[in-house]
């Protein structure tokens, strides 16, 4: 029974498809370029960029570390992230995934480090991440991940 479900609405939407039928996709103005907000945290200024088509990118600068200057555009960038999974053990050692929550910080030259991670996710016991390309779990280095804007994944 379950399987006629399924290909009734795999045809279904098919047919949609095909015909047209589908809803119309907002209109998404290539010209404008992102709204910017602070947020000062006690290690890190995070640059919140809330871009017209509904998606918002962190950047995220150290206390006392340089600030590279970025052009801005109409669309945010999308690298890959440096991992499949990323997660922490709490204190009931249970292992809490915390993907989701990161996706607005994967932005190019954004260092990921243990103590952004503990500022921004009070109470974590220790942090691990599945590579994306080993799929191995690995205890997050302690000098952090840089996200690569080229998609070569990690470096740390």
């Known amino acids: 029974m379950n399987e006629v479900?399924?290909?009734a609405?795999?045809?279904w939407?098919?047919?949609r498809e095909f015909c047209g039928c589908s809803r119309k996709k907002p209109e998404i103005d290539g010209s404008a370029l992102p709204t910017t907000t602070w947020e000062s945290g006690k290690q890190f200024n995070i640059q919140v960029l809330n871009y017209s088509d509904g998606r918002t990118k962190r950047r995220v600068f150290h206390q006392?570390?340089?600030?590279?200057?970025?052009?801005y555009s109409a669309f945010p960038p999308s690298p890959p992230p440096p991992w499949f999974f990323i997660?922490?053990?709490?204190?009931?050692?249970s292992l809490q995934d915390k993907t989701y929550e990161m996706d607005d910080y994967v932005y190019p030259g954004n260092v990921i480090t243990l103590d952004l991670l503990r500022e921004l996710?009070?109470?974590t016991q220790r942090?691990?991440?599945i590579h994306p390309q080993t799929f191995e779990e690995t205890d997050f280095p302690s000098e952090g991940i840089v996200i690569q804007s080229d998609g070569d994944g990690c470096s740390h």
């Open 5 to 7: 479900v399924y290909y």
């Open 9 to 11: 609405i795999r045809a």
């Open 13 to 15: 939407l098919a047919v």
């Open 64 to 71: 006392g570390g340089e600030q590279d200057e970025v052009i």
């Open 87 to 93: 997660g922490s053990y709490d204190s009931a050692k």
């Open 121 to 123: 996710f009070p109470g």
């Open 127 to 129: 942090w691990v991440y």
